[in-house]
């Protein structure tokens, strides 16, 4: 399977930037070439969507606040007018980013609706 046409469609579909990584420390499986996220930063993310906490992520350097999390499933972080929106599936973690020119409703949709197609397929 090639998790870059994810990637792609997650940009098609309105994301700034996207990756995908599995849960549990499994690391990066796709990403776009402008993202830059280590395994501290996955952790924190997975962290915040497992236990429902709304604790922020450092990503780029720079800290994004939890504005919305639902356990299990989803969180969302933001910073001014940029934000970076996370779904947990059962085998991954599927981020969408967005900045000042990106509609954030559009890519929760877009994230949101990847993230059910992989637990559909057992992901």
């Given at each position: 399977m090639s998790w870059d046409s994810y990637i792609d469609n997650l940009k098609a579909q309105g994301c700034n930037e996207a990756a995908i990584c599995g849960i549990n420390g499994?690391?990066?499986?796709?990403?776009?070439?402008?993202?830059?996220?280590?395994?501290?930063?996955?952790?924190?993310?997975?962290?915040?969507?497992?236990?429902?906490?709304?604790?922020?992520?450092?990503?780029?350097?720079?800290?994004?606040?939890?504005?919305?999390?639902?356990?299990?499933?989803?969180?969302?972080?933001?910073?001014?007018t940029s934000g970076i929106v996370v779904f947990k599936t059962n085998q991954a973690l599927v981020f969408g980013f967005y900045g000042p020119?990106?509609?954030?409703?559009?890519?929760?949709?877009a994230v949101g609706k990847i993230a059910d197609y992989l637990k559909s397929s057992g992901y």
């Open positions: 499994g690391g990066v499986w796709a990403k776009s070439a402008s993202v830059n996220i280590d395994a501290t930063f996955i952790s924190s993310a997975e962290n915040v969507v497992k236990s429902g906490e709304t604790t922020g992520v450092s990503y780029k350097g720079e800290k994004y606040i939890c504005i919305k999390v639902d356990r299990d499933d989803s969180a969302q972080f933001k910073k001014s020119e990106d509609q954030p409703g559009r890519v929760t949709a």
